[in-house]
């Protein structure tokens, strides 16, 4: 999904903007979804591709809602990020490239990957 600056900006708000277009990250335990126990998807927030699942949500106590793997669909691509001084793997959406987070090696088994994802890249929808 390609869409012009200008148009994300039509469609997001401010904060979705400054997060999923220009790689921005909300502040740590501040995140509407971060404490989510419901079942249902993670969709996301830019084009609503399925990222994850309530199945797969743990609490990491990272302050950001925590995935030991992405949906079945592997909607999420993986890019190297080496800002902040800091060797790290950036998470995207693969249709439309929004920011997720981040993906860390220090997660559950049997994956031990823990997507660390900003609450407002995802959109919750109950199953």
Known sequence: MKLTEQEWRDRLTDEEF??????????????????NKESGDYHCTCCNAVLFTSDDKFDSGCGWPSFK?????????????NSLGMQRTE??????????????????????????????SVKFEKV
Do not use: M, W
Request: charge should be positive.
């Open 69 to 81: 793997a992405q949906s079945s669909n592997k909607n999420v691509e993986y890019r190297p990020d």
């Open 18 to 35: 400054r997060v999923c277009r220009q790689q921005g990250t909300e502040r740590p335990y501040t995140g509407t979804l971060l404490n």
């Open 91 to 120: 998470i995207v959406c693969k249709h439309c490239e929004a920011h997720l987070g981040h993906v860390f090696e220090d997660g559950p088994l049997p994956t031990g990957q823990r997507y660390c994802v900003n609450s407002v």
